[in-house]
């Protein structure tokens, strides 16, 4: 197995598909899917695709985990999980010609000994892969030394690791060299420029803030020896490889669904490195990825 994929808040996403939407009355579709989904199930599902063997693991518990579990087995994905006892959570994407809506549920915390089972299957996983890809937000109930753990563990066994993670949990994960983060450009400057970020959204409005937004790329990576790769949506691309500061135009696309692209180019990212291209073609492979995702209405695929 390539790829070991983590993600610790699994997802089963409801896809609806409106021609518009009217607040406040009832609107009816006849155009809905149900996927599994969340940021890592993304990540395995566009690898599988690409060719890759991917394997996934996560904490799952409730009355939804065979629904989940008969998903991934849909779309030939290859999952090991730790019982958490603690239901599914359900995220809605609403389609309409002009927007697209994601409503998300919070997760619900995992049982006491979930941590612990599933760092007992991590430990006998991590010795039969070489890339390990640690994507999104842990669920409440897990520590904060979960996600350092498994990267100092990764390693150790001289794993190449990839993080889309953002906040603490990245914060706390760079002292163990990660070679490749990528949060998206919003969840970086949260987590390191918070003086950027206003209505939610990140102020790159002038040369100033756009400056502050590259000073703290290099620093990161010229601190912690790793590369920096920031999403932004079908905006540009940030991204910095040891001394050298890189940024990448997204091409136009007709777009159906953005959900899952950050993760379809995460996936095409990584597959590329895997098959030794450097690090500007991995990321132009990873665009490509991101945006065969964006013509498609299921989340987190490209064909």
């Known amino acids: 197995m390539a790829f070991l994929t983590v993600c610790l808040n699994p997802t089963i996403q409801k896809t609806l598909h409106f021609s518009s939407i009217i607040p406040g009355t009832v609107n009816r579709t006849a155009s809905h899917r149900v996927d599994v989904s969340g940021k890592g199930i993304n990540v395995t599902r566009v690898l599988t695709q690409l060719g890759k063997k991917a394997l996934h693991l996560t904490q799952l518990g409730g009355v939804m985990k065979p629904l989940f579990l008969s998903l991934c087995e849909k779309d030939e994905l290859s999952v090991e999980w730790a019982e958490s006892g603690s239901e599914i959570r359900f995220c809605y994407t609403v389609l309409t010609e002009s927007a697209v809506t994601e409503l998300v549920e919070e997760s619900q915390p995992v049982s006491a000994g979930t941590e612990?089972?599933?760092?007992?299957?991590?430990?006998?996983?991590?010795?039969?892969?070489?890339?390990?890809?640690?994507?999104?937000?842990?669920?409440?109930?897990?520590?904060?030394?979960?996600?350092?753990?498994?990267?100092?563990?990764?390693?150790?066994?001289?794993?190449?690791?990839?993080?889309?993670?953002?906040?603490?949990?990245?914060?706390?994960?760079?002292?163990?060299?990660?070679?490749?983060?990528?949060?998206?450009?919003?969840?970086?400057?949260?987590?390191?420029?918070?003086?950027?970020?206003?209505?939610?959204?990140?102020?790159?409005?002038?040369?100033?803030?756009?400056?502050?937004?590259?000073?703290?790329?290099?620093?990161?990576?010229?601190?912690?020896?790793?590369?920096?790769?920031?999403?932004?949506?079908?905006?540009?691309?940030?991204?910095?490889?040891?001394?050298?500061?890189?940024?990448?135009?997204?091409?136009?696309?007709?777009?159906?669904?953005?959900?899952?692209?950050?993760?379809?180019?995460?996936?095409?990212?990584?597959?590329?490195?895997?098959?030794?291209?450097?690090?500007?073609?991995?990321?132009?492979?990873?665009i490509r990825c991101g945006a065969l995702n964006a013509g498609l209405e299921k989340p987190g695929c490209i064909h």
């Open 116 to 286: 612990e089972r599933l760092q007992e299957k991590y430990e006998n996983l991590i010795s039969s892969v070489s890339h390990l890809i640690i994507s999104g937000t842990k669920a409440a109930g897990f520590s904060d030394n979960i996600f350092p753990e498994m990267a100092r563990k990764a390693k150790e066994k001289g794993l190449y690791i990839i993080l889309d993670i953002k906040g603490k949990d990245l914060i706390n994960c760079l002292k163990y060299d990660p070679d490749i983060i990528k949060p998206n450009l919003y969840e970086f400057a949260a987590t390191f420029t918070p003086e950027l970020i206003k209505d939610n959204d990140v102020l790159l409005n002038d040369d100033k803030a756009i400056e502050k937004i590259k000073t703290a790329i290099m620093d990161i990576t010229q601190k912690y020896k790793c590369n920096v790769i920031l999403t932004n949506g079908g905006k540009k691309i940030f991204s910095a490889n040891k001394n050298s500061l890189m940024e990448f135009d997204i091409p136009s696309v007709k777009t159906v669904n953005t959900i899952g692209c950050g993760d379809a180019f995460t996936a095409g990212l990584a597959s590329a490195l895997k098959d030794g291209a450097n690090f500007e073609n991995a990321i132009k492979e990873g």
